[in-house]
């Protein structure tokens, strides 16, 4: 939590998409959610050294599959920020423990969609 008082870590939320493969091409009734929501990523998240120095903002969108025991096994970066933010929200994302997709009762894999927002506070823009 250190790192939080230097800069500011905004997540914009989760955007829940359904993928048809993973559910047996049947919607998802209940989607995959963060244990500790959106805190419960956030405290997983460490602005990056690099990205903070050089002054940067922005958004990284992972996608990730989560299986049925609420585990992330597979990340992608469907946006990219560069200067090691792409890096630290797939760190974070692996980290967080979800609750799993439900359908008919049953849990079952299903894909999220989670942007990662950077955004430093004014003491850290004022350094650079």
Known sequence: MKMIKYAAIIFAGILLV???TFAQEKAIEKMPDPIGGIRGIAKNVVYPVEAKKAGVEGRVVIQALVDENGDVIKTSVVKSLGSGCDEAALKAIKKTKFTPGMNKGKKVK???TIPV???LNEGDKKKK
Do not use: C, I, M
Request: proline share 0%.
């Open 18 to 20: 359904n993928v048809s």
């Open 110 to 112: 299903a894909e999220v």
């Open 117 to 119: 927002s950077f955004k």
